[in-house]
T-cell receptor
């Protein structure tokens, strides 16, 4: 079955612009999480959506936002881009959510969207 | 809040050498533990996971990890590495009492295996 699909794969923006990234989870998966990967900070959790509701949010400014649609597809938006927002943005999906569930909440990652801010 | 430390940032080994990558976490409650691998140019893939039961877990490609609760550790091991194991390895933690799937990752360990 198809994996987690992220679009676009690469994009270049300038400071002050905004960007929207898209993620299509594995069919049947209802949880979508977003992570930012940079050489300096590593992998950092942005937010998680399950059944169109935000379950958790990481320690990022309000310029970072997301949403999930009824078909489980998710988008994240970054407004007023800064140079430091240059990163690989990873989306991950799982069937379930919640740390108490064994197996159902194992994350499968997509290839990522590489954002460069000039 | 939980945190994860991977003390080895870069490891260089020759083929057939044994591997052990350290991972320590900080969290007072019960956790789920993971190792993910990122091969050059590829996406993050699950190597192995621990939820409960036998603290020695086996994953893909001959990797295993041992959960030692008293040491808050989940070290990754492989008895004999291959050139194809060259990759970056990430340890991650998810708190069992967390309402969601939030993973806290370690900083990663870059492994280079010389042929």
């Amino acid at each position: 079955k198809a994996g987690v699909t992220q679009t676009p794969r690469y994009l270049i923006k300038t400071r002050g612009q905004q960007v929207t990234l898209s993620c299509s989870p594995i069919s049947g998966h209802r949880s979508v999480s977003w992570y930012q990967q940079t050489p300096g900070q590593g992998l950092q959790f942005l937010f998680e959506y399950f059944s169109e509701t935000q379950r958790n949010k990481g320690n990022f400014p309000g310029r970072f936002s997301g949403r999930q649609f009824s078909n489980s597809r998710s988008e994240m938006n970054v407004s007023t881009l800064e140079l430091g927002d240059s990163a690989l943005y990873l989306c991950a999906s799982s069937y379930g959510t919640g740390g108490s569930l064994s197996g159902a909440n194992v994350l499968t990652f997509g290839a990522g969207s590489r954002l460069t801010v000039l | 809040a939980q945190s994860v430390s991977q003390h080895n940032h870069h490891v260089i080994l020759s083929e057939a050498a044994s591997l052990e990558l350290g991972c320590n976490y900080s969290y007072g409650g019960t956790v789920n533990l993971f190792w993910y691998v990122q091969y050059p140019g590829q996406h993050l893939q699950l190597l192995l996971k621990y939820f409960s039961g036998d603290p020695l877990v086996k994953g893909i490609k001959g990797f295993e990890a041992e959960f030692i609760k008293s040491k808050f550790s989940f070290n990754l091991r492989k008895p004999s590495v291959q050139w194809s194991d060259t990759a970056e390895y990430f340890c991650a933690v998810n708190a069992k009492d967390n309402a969601g799937n939030m993973l806290t990752f370690g900083g990663g360990t870059r492994l280079m295996v010389k042929p």
